[in-house]
């Protein structure tokens, strides 16, 4: 999967720009920067929510020029093969955690629903919530639901899993619960894209790091390079210092 030339504005603010990246199969990618840096425009565009205004995005047999229309076909096709994730965990509340596995399997998959629910409880038995199948969304912590959202979206099998900051609205105990599964999946080689500004969990999961900064890529390279002190730019160090809060 990678993004060649993407620039994207909104009104006389320039997101990206001539933004290029490749996202390798097998490995988590983690995309860190300042808010506002252009981050998730970039992860966002891997799933076609976001349609930058130029550039290009190649993905299996896919090739899509952004300053061209995009079939629904395509979009659909692309859409199934990444499954997105999400700080607000987005579930269905009249459903319970069972119903919100299975819905996109039987209705975009059209799985068999026997085969969808087995599937389902292999996932929330890897997530280590089966025990929650029954219950509702509103009967959830938040690290539980994110968790559902995680098992939710591999239940649909994608071959890369994107996530935009998925424990940001979490305290750090529930924030633990969801990084470990992420770190499970990570060692089991799925391909990830992850926004996050957890730098001790970025150090952790990472085989690549881009560093985004004002629409620009200010780094792309392997993880253990990019926290290496002696590899690093000033504007490097001083964002990992002040996120990890070196200076308190």
Known sequence: ???????KAYGNKQVLKDVSVEFP??????????SGSGKSTILRSLNLLVTPDNGTFDF?????????????????????????VFQEYNLFPNKTVLGNVIEGPTQVLKQDKATAIKNAHEWLKKVGLDDKANAYP???????????????AMAMEP????????????????ELSVLKVLLALAKEQQSMVIVTHNMMFAQKVADKIVFVEDGEILY??????FFDRENQTPRMRQFIDSIMMADL
Do not use: C, W
Not at 1 to 7: G, I
Not at 62 to 84: A, C, N, Y
Not at 159 to 174: G, I, K, M
Not at 220 to 225: K, R, T, V
């Open 25 to 34: 199969a097998g490995q988590t990618t983690v995309l860190i920067g300042p």
């Open 138 to 152: 509103n009967e959830l912590s938040g690290g539980q639901a994110q968790r559902v959202a995680i098992a939710r």
């Open 60 to 84: 299996n047999d896919h090739h899509v020029d952004f300053s061209q229309p995009i079939s629904r076909k395509e979009m659909l096709e692309i859409r199934k093969d990444t499954g997105m």
């Open 159 to 174: 071959e890369y899993l994107l996530l935009d900051e998925p424990t940001s609205a979490l305290d750090p105990e529930l």
């Open 1 to 7: 999967m990678q993004v060649k030339h993407l620039n």
């Open 220 to 225: 792309d390279g392997e993880a253990q390079a």
